[in-house]
């Protein structure tokens, strides 16, 4: 079982930027499509991007699109999530996980390896 481990988190204002963070120590991240989810207080857990297993293909959420960037440093086996001109709506807990492989235009989790982890905080101040 997957252990995630999230971090990169963190407060900023308005238009700044965070880098965050996936990784799964012991866990060999490059066999699978890897997407990132956030959840905000008092909403549902939503897909944010998703990054294929080879890297080839990434999908956005369309309120993010232009501005977050998805990315994997397999060498390091993590899944990196650039957040750039940030806005207040953005603030959520952000976490990772391993996306179905036959589903290729959003993340949709994988429940077969490992849960949730603790997932890493992002404050978007105006």
């Known amino acids: 079982q997957a252990q995630f481990v999230e971090s990169g988190g963190g407060s900023v204002q308005e238009g700044g930027s965070l880098r965050l963070s996936c990784s799964a120590p012991?866990?060999?991240?490059?066999?699978?499509?890897i997407g990132w989810f956030r959840q905000a207080p008092g909403k549902e857990r939503e897909w944010v991007s998703r990054?294929?297993?080879?890297?080839?293909?990434?999908n956005y959420e369309d309120s993010v699109k232009g501005r977050f960037i998805i990315s994997r440093d397999d060498a390091e086996n993590t899944v990196a999530l650039q957040m750039n001109s940030l806005k207040p709506e953005d603030t959520a807990t952000y976490y990772c996980?391993?996306?179905?492989?036959?589903?290729?235009?959003?993340?949709?989790?994988?429940?077969?390896?490992?849960?949730w982890g603790q997932g890493t905080q992002v404050t978007v101040s105006a």
């Open positions: 990054i294929s297993g080879r890297g080839g293909l990434l």
């Open positions: 996980a391993i996306c179905l492989a036959n589903v290729k235009t959003m993340c949709v989790r994988s429940t077969r390896f490992g849960s």
């Open positions: 012991g866990f060999r991240l490059e066999q699978f499509a």
